[in-house]
Antibody, heavy 122, light 107 residues
Framework: QVQLVQSGAEVKKPGASVKVSCKAS????????ISWVRQAPGQGLEWMGW????????NYAQKLQGRVTMTTDTSTSTAYMELRSLRSDDTAVYYC???????????????WGQGTLVTVSS | DIQMTQSPSSLSASVGDRVTITCRAS??????LNWYQQKPGKAPKLLIY???SLQSGVPSRFSGSGSGTDFTLTISSLQPEDFATYYC?????????FGPGTKVDIK
């Protein structure tokens, strides 16, 4: 079955960087993209960006431009999200999701990884 | 950015009730609207895509409708496993945005 398995929880100090991994299985990795979505404690969902696993093209949310980098390793079917210059308001659960671009431009996220809690605290 | 709003922000309902959640976009998004369900401590799950298409494996009591700026998610007969938070999400703009969520709990 299609599955995305993420790396474990992280605790970081303000100003540090974090890199979260997302290993895909059960489908042809390069036929889809990966989107990253985060959720601060008790809050809603915020889309962070997208990477094509086919050619590595990326599109990042404007508010994170310059601080986030998304990459893939097609040899291991793994996507990565690195966030730099961490602040306390980056504390959140970070999710990866398979980004399915359908005909007529419909985009959807399915399935999702289990989430990775990143805590930023001094 | 396209802003998404949802109403109500929360509702209490009983098993068997018909539940309707509304999502509104700040500009027309045609039918580029998805719905997700999230249970506490779990990842979101896709229910409806392209405003009205039911994702494979999702029970038929879930349905979606709308186009342009106004959309609805309907649960025809609420089941115990449906108590969760529901989010709409637009995919019209590449800067994908979610609604703030609607929490459905037990009356």
């Amino acid at each position: 079955q299609v599955q995305l398995v993420q790396s474990g929880a992280e605790v970081k100090k303000p100003g540090a960087s974090v890199k979260v991994s997302c290993k895909a299985s059960g489908y042809t990795f390069t036929s889809y993209g990966i989107s990253w979505v985060r959720q601060a404690p008790g809050q809603g969902l915020e889309w962070m960006g997208w990477i094509s696993a086919y050619n590595g093209n990326t599109n990042y949310a404007q508010k994170l431009q310059g601080r986030v980098t998304m990459t893939t390793d097609t040899s291991t079917s793994t996507a990565y999200m690195e966030l730099r210059s961490l602040r306390s308001d980056d504390t959140a659960v970070y999710y990866c999701a398979r980004h399915f671009l359908m005909v007529r431009g419909v985009s959807l996220f399915d399935p999702w990884g289990q989430g990775t809690l990143v805590t930023v605290s001094s | 950015d396209i802003q998404m709003t949802q109403s109500p922000s929360s509702l209490s309902a009983s098993v068997g009730d018909r539940v309707t959640i509304t999502c509104r976009a700040s500009q027309s998004i045609s039918s580029y609207l998805n719905w997700y369900q999230q249970k506490p401590g779990k990842a979101p799950k896709l229910l409806i895509y392209a405003a009205s298409s039911l994702q494979s494996g999702v029970p038929s009591r879930f349905s979606g409708s709308g186009s342009g700026t106004d959309f609805t998610l309907t649960i025809s007969s609420l089941q115990p496993e449906d108590f969760a938070t529901y989010y709409c999400q637009q995919s019209y703009s590449i800067e994908f945005t979610f609604g703030p969520g609607t929490k459905v709990d037990i009356k």
